[in-house]
């Protein structure tokens, strides 16, 4: 294995923020997140409703795994605090597959600290997420193609968003 998703962790503070800020103008937008499915054997599927902004390479990715669906991925949180010029909290899944095809790309989630956001009244499904269901360009159903990704196992970021929004 020659690529893994890059290592965030020994950048500086400023660096770290310039990258992550990078990440997240390039990520793609999060519009909606809801149960997709669960049971107490095979744990919690939620469906997150994705913006491809065209990228071929994202779309065509959900249209091999339908056809070849074990892959090798790699998936981490990432978290941006409210600043300035984002009003909101960005909560970055950064996903990397190395099989079937190579692809990388950001999920970014804008939550709100508004009672009524409906991504921050998603945040507990998602830290309770055991895998997710990533569909592009409209909602997660069983008959469209689907982008499978294991849940990160470090929650941190996850955590630390549910407590500055008071969930």
């Known amino acids: 294995m020659n690529a893994i998703l890059e290592d965030l962790t020994n950048l500086s ?5 310039r990258r992550l800020e990078q990440l997240a103008g390039e990520a793609l937008p999060c519009s909606s ?3 997709f499915e669960g049971s107490p054997t095979e744990g919690l599927t939620v469906g997150l409703s994705v913006e491809s902004h065209g990228r071929r390479d994202v779309l065509d990715l959900a249209r091999v795994l339908e056809e070849e669906p074990s892959g090798h991925v790699f998936s981490a949180w990432a978290l941006l605090a409210p600043s ?3 009003p909101s909290w960005r909560l970055l899944l950064r996903v990397h597959f190395e099989r079937p095809v190579k692809c990388s790309f950001v999920v970014r ?10 991504l921050r009244a998603a945040l507990p499904l998602i830290l ?5 269901a990533l569909a592009f360009n409209g909602l997660p159903e069983e ?12 929650r941190e970021c996850v955590l630390e968003i549910l407590a500055a929004v008071g969930v």
């Open 13 to 17: 503070p400023k660096r770290l923020e």
């Open 33 to 35: 997140a809801s149960v």
């Open 84 to 86: 300035r010029g984002h």
């Open 109 to 118: 989630l804008d939550v709100r600290d508004h009672p009524s956001d409906p």
């Open 128 to 132: 309770a997420a055991d895998r997710f």
């Open 143 to 154: 008959d469209r193609p689907l982008v499978w990704v294991s849940a990160p196992a470090a």
